[in-house]
Every structure is written in structure tokens, then in C-alpha cells.
């Protein structure tokens, strides 16, 4: 059996390194335990300064908008499932993650399983985002879980 990717979408843009990778850095070996893999998009991502975007970077191969929707959308429709985490402290900071927001729509129009993590009232009432959200849960632990309990027959 093929191994299950999960892809790992949540804020970005205009994050700093940490704010931006250690939550999928911690969730990609929990997973990894469990043969598992969680596919981040920041791999080729540009940091600009200190964080992360497109600003004047002009390459072409990872640098533009067009570039990194590509990367993005070839991952969420090769991935079994599409896990949205939307930290308060950064959507409070930055406003709602709209990159990650599109790649929970684009992984519902391409019926694959999504799972909405946040407790953000923006986000959690919002009507678009939560029909894109199969499952709307609180905490990457019961993510986790989740995750871990509808593939572990697979892997």
C-alpha cells in the first residue's frame, strides 16, 4: 500500500520561519511515527527578509504567486487529505490565513477529506469554511487522532 500524505495547510505569508514551521515541523514527525507523511508547503518557499512571500522575488521556478499556487494546488490534489490549522494567536495578528483558505476550498472541490483546526470565531462561524470542513476540531491533538484513526488501516 502507498504511503498517506496529508497536506499541511495553515499560515504563511508574511509568518516568520518559526511561526510558520514549527507547528508542521511537530505534526510531520508525530505522523511520520505512524507512516504517515505531512506535506508542507513551504518547501521552495521564499522568505523575504525574515518572512515568508513573494515580494520582488522574480524566480520564476518557486518566487512568483503563480509559482507558489502551482506548488500548492499539485500538493493538495496528490494529498489523501487536506488539514487546515488556523492558530488564534496568528489569525488575531494577521487575519485568517486567505492561502490556506483557498487550498480547504480547493481540497473540497476535489472531494478530498478536510479537516478544519481552529477555534477562531471568524473561522469557525463562517459558513463558506465550515461546508468546506468535513471535520471542525479545536486542538492538533484530536487532529492527530482523527487522522491516525481513518488511516492506520493503510499504512
Known amino acids: 500500500m502507498s504511503k498517506v500524505?496529508?497536506?499541511?495547510?495553515?499560515?504563511?505569508?508574511?509568518?516568520?520561519?518559526?511561526?510558520?514551521?514549527?507547528?508542521?515541523?511537530?505534526?510531520?514527525?508525530?505522523l511520520h511515527d505512524h507512516m504517515i507523511s505531512g506535506v508542507s508547503?513551504?518547501?521552495?518557499?521564499?522568505?523575504?527578509?525574515?518572512?515568508?512571500?513573494?515580494g520582488d522575488v522574480t524566480d520564476p521556478r518557486f518566487g512568483t504567486p503563480e509559482a507558489i499556487a502551482a506548488k500548492n494546488f499539485m500538493d493538495v490534489q496528490r494529498?489523501?487529505?487536506?488539514?487546515?490549522?488556523?492558530?488564534?494567536?496568528?489569525t488575531d495578528a494577521n487575519g485568517p490565513s486567505t492561502g490556506a483558505i483557498g487550498?480547504?476550498?480547493w481540497a473540497f472541490a476535489l472531494h478530498k477529506p478536510t479537516i478544519l483546526v481552529?477555534?477562531?470565531?471568524?473561522?469557525?462561524?463562517?459558513?463558506?469554511?465550515?461546508?468546506?470542513?468535513?471535520w471542525r476540531l479545536r486542538t492538533l491533538d484530536e487532529a492527530f487522532e482523527l487522522i491516525t484513526g481513518l488511516f492506520q488501516v493503510y499504512t
Not at 508574511?14 to 505534526?27: H, I, P, Q, T, V
Not at 494529498?79 to 496568528?90: G, K, R
Not at 470565531?121 to 461546508?131: D, F, G, S
Request: net charge positive; proline share 7%.
Open 103 to 105: 487550498e480547504l476550498a
Open 79 to 90: 494529498c489523501d487529505l487536506t488539514l487546515a490549522y488556523f492558530p488564534s494567536d496568528l
Open 118 to 134: 481552529s477555534t477562531h470565531p471568524k473561522l469557525t462561524q463562517h459558513a463558506v469554511i465550515l461546508a468546506c470542513s468535513r
Open 41 to 54: 508547503p513551504l518547501r521552495c518557499e521564499p522568505l523575504v527578509g525574515d518572512r515568508y512571500g513573494f
Open 5 to 30: 500524505n496529508i497536506y499541511l495547510a495553515g499560515p504563511v505569508y508574511g509568518c516568520n520561519k518559526s511561526e510558520a514551521n514549527d507547528w508542521r515541523l511537530m505534526f510531520r514527525r508525530r
